[in-house]
């Protein structure tokens, strides 16, 4: 990696998420980012939105190296994630907590054990993970149900327990897609509460969202898509 | 250790959820073993007959039944000259049928017998030589002057010895076509793993697990399947020979012969579990090295 690159992130705040000139265009010949150039700060709140099909979820996709720009460079941590290995990847994931649209919970295992995922694959020791466990079960409010099935678990308690993978092992960038996405705005306003308490402790937090709602009493910064490129 | 340990568990439990089918292919994998290493087992029996015999070469001289008391020191002498020969040891009709009686269970028969239908008899000790060697030192003494008959007793050994090494051959022809099999079914085992845990890997994979992570639980289950299996082989194969034996103290006992199967040795058991859990492990890795680089996270 050239220097200039290595130095890139360095401005008045340190950007923790750096876009610059990115391209995105998928095998069919969908582009889905044109030209996308965007910082983010260290333990700041950003809000992405856009109609549905403008190039949310793929920003995002390109941040966690899901995929890969066709141009341009992603750089997290000051780290080029477009061009990593294959095998460095799973220490950059590490490093985010994701939130996904449809939660991607295990079905065939406890609350607890969902919760329980990341801090094995990290290898964090027994007693330590479980009070980890424990604490984000508690943080989201549904440490009564660790021993439930997720199939038991309403939408918006099923979103929860995807916050409280993701935060578990206390990763210093939160990614959020969608989450309040099929939630009433009550759920909603829960889910943001608890990313808001998130953002007090320092942690760097995207969230995507096409529910402009949410974002009326923020004054977090908000950045908007359409069409694949960044209003301003 | 603690965390991984509990991990590892936790999927091995989920794996081993099917237990029927599980079952199944463990006992697929038993017999599948259990074919050559059986086949092994009772060539390694054949071949402890065989050492005991051929390690001695004999030649039974047989004389004519005419034969008078300066026939047999003439010929004594004559032997004694041969410098192919050891020494040689005269054995007379009364005692060769003392012998018989005794060794061969039959002294009920023997006893009925009007007269000694046995001759007199020497047995040559060659020195040690090539099997056609003794052949024609056979020959040789077969021409001798009184003598009725003249056996190679270890002949047989050695036709024995040639069947055993096509025997050897066709076991491991069959060991390495089954152990091709065990392979392919751990193979095609892991890759049903893989296919209903598919959400599981993605989703780590997503969280950060690295591949050494994902395929470690799959690999061990590869190895405990083949082991499993392995197990299973080793209990066919000493029930099997345990029912054999049974049945061979009665055929023995009609002889008077002390013959028994032997089970596997201590270090042959150890070698067909290792080797199977190996294969398992083997078959696991292939199939997870071909299977897991599909699922990428989308």
Known sequence: ?232 | MRHAFDQNVGVLRRMFASKLSGVFNILVIGIALSLPAGMYVLLQNAQGLVDQFSGTPQISLFMSRDAKAADVDALRKQLEQQPEIERVQFVPRAQALEQLKKSSGLSDVIGGLSQNPLPDAFIVYPRPNQAEALDRLRTELAKLPKVEQAQLDSAWAYKLEALLKFGRMLVLILASLLSLALVAITFNTIRLQILTQREEIEVSKLIGATNAFIRRPFLYFGAIQGLLGGITAWLIISVSLMLLNHQLVGLAELYASQFALHPLSLGDSLTLLFFSMYLGWLGAWLSVARHLSQIEPR
Do not use: W
């Open chain 1, 1 to 232: 990696m050239p220097l200039r690159e290595i130095f890139h992130g360095y401005g008045s705040v340190i950007a923790m998420i750096k876009l610059n000139q990115v391209h995105k265009r998928y095998p069919g010949g969908y582009q889905a980012l044109k030209n996308v150039t965007l910082e983010i700060a260290e333990g700041e709140m950003v809000f992405l939105t856009g109609h549905s099909g403008a190039g949310k979820s793929t920003l995002l996709k390109l941040i966690a190296a899901i995929e890969r720009p066709n141009l341009g460079s992603v750089l997290v941590n000051h780290q080029n994630v477009g061009v990593l290995k294959p095998r460095a990847l799973p220490y950059l994931r590490r490093n985010l907590g994701i939130i996904f649209q449809d939660h991607k919970l295990l079905f065939d295992r406890s609350v607890f054990d969902n919760v329980m995922l990341p801090l094995q694959i990290c290898g964090f020791d027994y007693r330590e993970s479980h009070k980890r466990a424990r604490a984000a079960l508690d943080k989201v409010g549904l440490l009564r149900r660790e021993k439930s099935q997720p199939i038991a678990l309403s939408g918006g308690e099923q979103q929860r327990l995807c916050i409280a993978r993701a935060i578990v092992n206390r990763p210093s960038i939160l990614l959020a897609d969608e989450p309040t996405g099929n939630l009433d705005t009550e759920y909603a306003h829960e889910i943001m509460d608890i990313f808001k308490s998130f953002h007090q402790v320092g942690v760097t937090l995207l969230i995507s969202t096409h529910d402009e709602s949410v974002l009326k009493n923020d004054d977090a910064r908000v950045l908007a898509l359409k069409h694949g490129e960044l209003q301003t």
